[in-house]
């Protein structure tokens, strides 16, 4: 075979993983997004910012391998990799890995949960023990306040009369 198709052949290759390499990393997105709530904006936002970096990875691909120029089957290639990812691995990728992240911080949450129960328990009989004076000391909080802005206030007369 001639080294010029060789080199086509290994092109081709490369944009059919780097296909692979983005799906794989938006799947990433998917899982943050199963995990954790996003507003619209948010992803919006997300999705601009990982397609600005795709654009970027490819054109340092074809920049790479192909001198910048742009070839068709590249992009073929690229697509080829991405919807052959999407339909085999990852939805099975993504379901497992993040029920494996669901499960690991129920499991930390729960222990947190044993860890901190003595301080929990110390927190309630402080807060019931204190509990009267905090709203006496909120009391006086409220009338000393409320006796400085009378007295402010009268400052304030006081001296736009002069």
């Known amino acids: 075979m001639s080294r010029d198709i060789i080199n ?26 199963r995990l954790i709530k996003h507003s619209l904006f948010l992803i919006s936002l997300e999705d601009m910012i990982f397609w600005i970096a795709c654009a970027i990875g490819v054109f340092y691909m074809l920049y790479e391998e192909n001198n ?18 999407k ?5 099975l990728f993504v379901n497992v890995l993040t029920g494996i992240i669901r499960r690991i911080c129920h499991v930390l949450f729960r222990l947190l949960r044993f860890v ?7 927190g309630k009989k402080v807060r019931l023990a204190c509990g009267g004076s905090f709203r006496r000391g909120k009391k006086v909080g409220k009338y000393f306040k409320n006796k400085l802005t009378g007295r402010l206030k009268l400052l304030k007369i006081t001296l736009s009369k002069r």
């Open 68 to 85: 910048g120029i742009l070839r068709w089957f590249a992009v073929f290639g690229a697509t080829m990799g991405m919807l052959v990812y």
């Open 116 to 122: 901190l129960k003595p301080v929990r328990f110390v």
């Open 87 to 91: 339909k085999s691995v990852s939805p």
């Open 8 to 33: 086509e052949v290994t092109f081709l290759l490369h944009s059919f993983l780097l296909g692979i390499v983005i799906t794989f990393v938006y799947d990433g997105f998917l899982i943050l997004r």
